[in-house]
């Protein structure tokens, strides 16, 4: 089967940056003497016009193929476009090019990973405006929070591409959530010091209940947890748990 050729600096490859990324994919195509050969592999590096596909075989460059992501099924006609290589001249990947350029062939993960770089690319324009700090400030706690929501989103989907155990990410998305709650509060805290929240603010007898609610939770469990630690000091010590040598 014929090599593909270095890649060329196009100005296709240049549009929009390219996402480190990992999406399951079967490559269709028919070679010269008209047999087709569907390959899977898996495209690493993305954006809305292309990216980089790695496969066991490969197809020659300027050869157009049949593109479908093997997690949503959508199929998309793309086109070699070069090859990259390691030192010694191995293939390690050849770019492709989507025929008709989608923000969405790629699926939920890529939009995700694209859309948190457009809101650290505001955020970071937003610091040379006129905006006041406090609001910056806010604006780049809540885009840090959708950041890390949004991977623990990702390593989800690819947990379970993978048949891996995905729930092991909840007790991430819990300590996120838990993480927020504390900096919120603390702002908070800090608003109603400086007067800028009193009782006439939009909401407040709502946050007032729940942070009752909260607060009550909170004692019940770590009622519960001095209970089983003081139940635990009184069982014999050959009742309890040994570490293993």
Same mark, same amino acid.
Not at 39 to 64: C, D, I, R, S, W
Not at 137 to 155: I, L, P
Not at 183 to 199: F, M, N, P, V, Y
Not at 205 to 218: N, P
């Given at each position: 089967?014929? @090599?593909?050729?270095?890649?060329?600096?196009?100005?296709?490859?240049?549009?929009?940056?390219?996402?480190?990324?990992?999406?399951?994919?079967?490559?269709?195509?028919?070679?010269?003497?008209?047999?087709? #050969?569907?390959?899977?592999?898996?495209?690493?590096?993305?954006?809305?016009?292309?990216?980089?596909?790695?496969?066991?075989? #490969?197809?020659?460059?300027?050869?157009?193929?049949?593109?479908?992501?093997?997690?949503?099924?959508?199929?998309?006609?793309?086109?070699?476009?070069?090859?990259?290589?390691?030192?010694?001249?191995? !293939?390690?990947?050849?770019?492709?090019?989507?025929?008709?350029?989608? /923000?969405?062939?790629?699926?939920?993960?890529? @939009?995700?990973?694209?859309?948190?770089?457009? &809101? !650290?690319?505001?955020? #970071?324009?937003?610091? #040379?405006?006129?905006?006041?700090?406090?609001?910056?400030?806010?604006?780049?706690?809540?885009?840090?929070? !959708?950041?890390?929501?949004?991977?623990? !989103?990702?390593?989800?989907?690819?947990?379970?591409? @993978?048949?891996?155990?995905? @729930?092991?990410? $909840?007790?991430?998305?819990?300590?996120?959530?838990?993480?927020?709650?504390?900096?919120?509060? /603390?702002?908070?805290?800090?608003?109603?010091?400086?007067?800028?929240?009193?009782?006439?603010?939009?909401?407040?007898?709502?946050?007032?209940?729940?942070?009752?609610?909260?607060?009550?939770?909170?004692?019940?469990?770590?009622? /519960?947890?001095?209970?089983?630690?003081?139940?635990?000091?009184? &069982?014999?010590?050959?009742? $309890?748990?040994?570490?293993?040598?």
């Amino acid at each position: 089967m014929a @090599q593909p050729s270095q890649p060329s600096s196009t100005s296709a490859e240049r549009r929009s940056r390219r996402f480190p990324f990992i999406s399951p994919v079967e490559a269709t195509w028919q070679e010269a003497d008209g047999k087709i #050969y569907r390959e899977a592999g898996q495209a690493t590096e993305v954006n809305a016009h292309g990216g980089l596909l790695e496969m066991k075989n #490969y197809p020659a460059a300027a050869k157009q193929i049949e593109l479908t992501n093997l997690l949503s099924h959508e199929s998309s006609q793309a086109r070699v476009v070069g090859a990259r290589r390691n030192g010694e001249g191995r !293939v390690l990947g050849v770019a492709v090019e989507l025929l008709r350029p989608s /923000d969405t062939f790629w699926g939920v993960n890529f @939009q995700l990973k694209k859309t948190c770089a457009d &809101l !650290v690319n505001l955020e #970071y324009d937003m610091r #040379y405006g006129p905006i006041d700090p406090r609001i910056l400030s806010e604006f780049r706690d809540a885009v840090d929070h !959708v950041r890390k929501t949004s991977w623990a !989103v990702q390593e989800w989907q690819e947990r379970k591409s @993978q048949h891996h155990d995905a @729930q092991a990410v $909840l007790p991430l998305l819990t300590a996120e959530r838990i993480r927020r709650a504390t900096q919120l509060c /603390d702002a908070i805290i800090a608003g109603s010091a400086a007067h800028e929240i009193t009782r006439e603010n939009v909401g407040i007898d709502e946050f007032f209940a729940v942070v009752e609610r909260l607060h009550q939770t909170l004692i019940d469990l770590f009622r /519960d947890r001095e209970r089983l630690t003081k139940s635990n000091a009184r &069982l014999p010590s050959e009742a $309890l748990p040994r570490n293993s040598t």
